[in-house]
């Protein structure tokens, strides 16, 4: 099976008997490396210097090669054993979710076929099957039929898209020839809640982070519709252009979804393109129930979905929809191997992307779509709100947490409190510990980040397997964590 002096037969899937033979083996043994080696506990209690440390002992490229029981019985026990582990309850700081296994076994198929989504000529059906795909997202989310799309590797590419189309409206040519003079009075408005990614897309854009004004939110995250309309007379007495009004549907922190219809209000009124950043809340759409939570959504000019959020697809797997599909084209320069505009080839994917090779990675999500249904897709939604709303309430009830923000979509904030009288930096410290304690000694991988100046705790339940039993211990472990000095007055730090 390995070693040198063999010929390429076995190596590669040509319809050899070899080949099929070491497939199966191959499978076999990576199914057996994941199958045994399930993390004990949410995340490694191992330290940093110990895993760096165990995995300095794998060669990486040896001369010659190993028999692939023993090289993933190794990666078996070195690595996927000591990975987080995204089926557990108790792993809830992320927008990490476990995924479908039918969408994780295609990935096989994926990589054994191995087209690519550049051009026509790479990917013959895989380039209709996408584009069906797309088409068909764009439907969910309330696109018209004028819609498209493309898939990407994550929201953060997506954001990054949607806003190049952005740029491309506000000054035409600007792909070609840069930005215009004017282009230093160009803003991008979202709120102050919203993605990271959308102050990232402005820097590569060559707006600069600064182009990017924030827009205050409400307790509970979501953009203010009076604060909106302040910044946009603000940018119209210094005279700067609005060319972008980016809306978020389910925030990275509070699960929020901005009142979308009327930011599609301001965008229209001014000549802004609409994004909508839905790479946590599109999966609304699927359900009925939590559809109207969405009311807005299907104004937009594009849109932020990721499937391997709450879509339960493997990393990478994310897709920016247009309303108008002219308006994903024009921003790629033809290349005489690839895209050549000679009316040979009606569709290559390209045109759409900022990337060139890329995976089919639209099979994985076709198929386990397939597979799955979306009624059962809406129910691990419905499941994951109201296990959020209970969560909420449980915070609300326990004596040692303090809820921080009225649970939305898939995130809790709140906090352990601190003895009365504490200092607010004290607290701060109190929860940091607490979730750097549970992450050390791998019984809990819980979210902190800051919330109006004040360092809070989360869980982000993207988990369909998780049950309010769960969450409930989950909650008792942090208040625990957070140590009977807090009942006793003890002063913390
Ligand atoms: C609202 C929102 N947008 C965009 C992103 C970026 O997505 P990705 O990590 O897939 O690039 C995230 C990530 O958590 C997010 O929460």
């Given amino acids: 099976m390995t070693g040198a002096g063999t010929g390429p037969r076995q190596w590669f899937l040509d319809g050899s008997a070899e080949a099929e033979k070491n497939l199966r083996h191959t499978v076999d043994a990576v199914l057996d490396a994941v199958l045994s080696n399930d993390p004990p506990s949410p995340f490694p209690a191992l330290g940093p210097a110990e895993l760096r440390s165990a995995t300095e002992h794998v060669d990486p490229l040896p001369d010659i090669g190993c028999e692939p029981e023993r090289v993933l019985s190794e990666i078996g026990r070195v690595v996927l054993r000591h990975g987080v582990r995204v089926t557990d309850p108790y792993c809830a700081a ?30 013959p059906v895989a380039t209709y099957v996408e584009d069906l795909l797309v088409r068909t997202l764009a439907a969910v989310l309330g696109l018209p039929g004028t819609a498209s799309g493309v898939l990407t590797s994550g929201g953060t590419s997506s954001n990054l898209l949607g806003l190049l189309l952005a740029r491309e409206r506000a000054g035409t040519g600007t792909t070609v020839s840069g930005l215009p003079g004017e282009s230093r009075r160009w803003r991008v408005l979202t709120s102050a809640a919203a993605h990271i990614s959308v102050r990232q897309a402005a820097s590569v854009l060559g707006l600069g982070r600064d182009a990017v004004v924030p827009v205050g939110t409400d307790h509970a995250g979501r953009m203010r519709v009076d604060d909106l309309d302040r910044v946009l007379a603000g940018l119209d007495d210094a005279g700067l252009s609005p060319i ?81 599909a002219g308006t994903l084209h024009g921003f790629r320069e033809p290349a005489d191997y690839l895209n050549r505009r000679d009316g040979t080839a009606e569709l290559d994917l390209v045109d759409r992307s900022l990337d060139t090779s890329r995976r089919f990675d639209a099979l994985k999500i076709l198929v386990s779509l397939r597979i799955t249904g979306r009624l059962r897709l809406a129910g691990f939604v419905e499941h994951l709100v109201d296990l959020t709303a209970e969560a909420g309430r449980l915070v609300d009830a326990h004596p040692q947490l303090e809820l921080i923000a009225p649970p939305q979509t898939v995130t809790v904030l709140f906090r352990c409190r601190a003895p009365e009288g504490s200092p607010v930096d004290g607290q701060d410290a109190l929860n940091t510990r607490v979730q750097r304690d549970l992450l050390a000694s791998g019984r809990a991988v819980v979210g902190r980040t800051r919330w109006k100046g004040r360092t809070v705790l989360k869980l982000t339940l993207v988990n369909p397997l998780a049950t309010a039993g769960d969450i409930a211990g989950l909650l008792d472990l942090i208040a625990g964590a957070a140590g009977p000095g807090i009942q006793e007055g003890m002063p913390y730090p």
């Fill in 94 to 123: 992320h927008l990490h979710s476990p995924t479908l296994i039918t969408a994780a076994v295609t990935e096989l198929a994926i990589g054994l076929t191995n087209q690519s989504m550049d051009s026509f000529d790479q990917a």
């Fill in 244 to 324: 972008a009004l980016v809306g978020t549907a389910g925030t990275t922190d509070s699960g929020a979804i901005d009142p979308l219809d009327a930011l599609a209000d301001r965008a229209a009124a001014r000549g802004a393109w609409f994004h909508i950043d839905a790479a946590v809340g599109s999966a609304l759409a699927l359900s009925e129930r939590l559809r109207p939570m969405l009311a807005g959504l299907e104004r937009a000019d594009s849109i932020t979905a990721d499937l391997h959020k709450l879509w339960w697809q493997p990393i990478g797997a994310s897709a920016l929809l247009v309303r108008n």
